[in-house]
């Protein structure tokens, strides 16, 4: 996950940003940190089962890898329709402007975190240690740097947490390659479309087809593609249904929100209908939310309702949540167990992991993210005066 976990143009574009997608991004990243300390610490042996059903607890712990894949839908809404923002049209993408900014974007703060946990590695600090026969640091940089790390941990097994979670970002950093020369074909636009939507709706047969293995099945790259092939159709489609009826718009709407709560709470009702047509589903209804949000009832709807501040918050931070938020998760996992693992009030460290990452989250982006991409998109990619318009935030 990346840029979809993952992107933003800068703080001076914040009067630009989509409540909607912020909001959609912010509970992803979410879904994510309660997956990665619910493997740890699990809420269904916290006090919270006297008062919710397992089935819940669990979903809330377990929907990490699905939201993953609502990232992917909203990278690639965001980047194929920031492109027709800038350029007009897909097939006159500048792709050296395209590239220095993804690479100003995402660049270091990669390159600081393999930085940093290769010399924590070094160091034999536990919980960032490679270990696994098969494994070893040079090859573990050379996977999170070759876009390949997702392809090395099918084939040797799991890395550490921190590492582990590089996978989606490889993914996601094949694509911004790709998608300036898949651009090109953009002129024939039914063959364009015909194509997108076919890879878009190979998702149930490549993910099926690679049920042999676990993780490469989780973490292979034609999943992964179709899923932002569905964000690239849905910012096709963004400019037309902006102007449909303000009902509609708010029947799509309810329909994508459905869709996801299916999927994200009750799949193992749907599995046996669906099987992984489950993960389409959950692509398609979130193109749908995006596209919602897009429409005439952006501005007063569900995506700036009071109280959702701190979600859309996260959103705008999922990029530096995501890369930052496994060095709080093993620290609070360590404090929690030094001070007795009390698991019944377990909850209470979800608390604390929340804060702790968002403040994390934030400082990186303060400190790091923003100052490091500003500079180099001033050294590679100067904004001409005659450029056609801001683009919104995190694209």
Not at 109 to 117: D, E, G, K, P
Not at 229 to 236: C, D, F, N, P, S
Not at 285 to 312: D, E, H, I, K
Not at 381 to 390: D, G
Request: proline fraction near 4%; charged fraction near 15%.
């Amino acid at each position: 996950m990346s840029d979809s976990l993952i992107l933003r143009n800068g703080a001076s574009n914040c009067a630009t940003r989509n409540p909607g997608i912020d909001l959609l991004r912010g509970l992803a990243i979410v879904l994510v940190v309660f997956n990665h300390i619910g493997l740890r610490i699990p809420l269904r042996k916290t006090a919270l089962v006297d008062a919710l059903p397992v089935w819940l607890l669990n979903r809330l712990n377990y929907n990490g890898y699905e939201a993953v894949f609502v990232f992917f839908v909203i990278s690639g809404f965001l980047i194929a329709g920031n492109a027709l923002r800038r350029w007009g049209s897909l097939e006159h993408i500048d792709r050296r402007a395209f590239y220095a900014r993804r690479f100003a974007r995402i660049a270091p703060l990669l390159l600081i975190l393999v930085a940093v946990l290769s010399v924590l590695h070094l160091l034999g600090v536990q919980d960032y240690v490679i270990h696994r026969a098969g494994q070893s640091l040079p090859h573990a940089i050379f996977a999170a740097l070759g876009l390949h790390l997702n392809w090395y941990e099918g084939q040797t097994g799991y890395l550490p947490g921190n590492w582990d979670v590089l996978w989606s970002l490889s993914i996601e950093e094949v694509f911004y390659l790709g998608f300036p020369l898949v651009c090109l074909l953009a002129s024939w636009r039914w063959l364009f479309a015909s194509l997108l939507a076919l890879l878009a709706f190979s998702l149930p047969w490549t993910h099926a087809a690679l049920a042999g293995n676990e993780i490469w099945q989780e973490k292979a790259y034609l999943p992964g593609m179709a899923a932002i092939a569905v964000g690239v159709l849905g910012a096709l489609l963004a400019p037309l249904w902006q102007r449909v009826p303000r009902r509609t718009n708010r029947l799509l709407g309810c329909l994508g929100a459905l869709g996801v709560a299916s999927v994200m709470l009750d799949e193992s009702v749907l599995w046996p209908l669906l099987r992984d047509g489950c993960v389409l589903m959950l692509t398609l209804s979130t193109m749908c939310l995006l596209l919602a949000s897009r429409g005439s009832s952006t501005r007063n709807g569900w995506a700036t309702a009071r109280g959702l501040g701190w979600l859309r918050s996260w959103g705008r931070l999922s990029y530096e949540i995501y890369l930052s938020h496994m060095f709080v998760v093993f620290a609070v996992v360590r404090w929690f167990k030094f001070a007795g693992a009390n698991y019944r009030n377990g909850w209470l460290w979800y608390l604390l992991t929340l804060a702790l990452c968002w403040l994390l989250g934030a400082l990186v982006e303060r400190l790091l993210s923003t100052p490091c991409e500003r500079w180099l998109r001033k050294a590679l990619a100067p904004v001409p005066s005659n450029a056609r318009s801001a683009l919104p935030a995190q694209a």
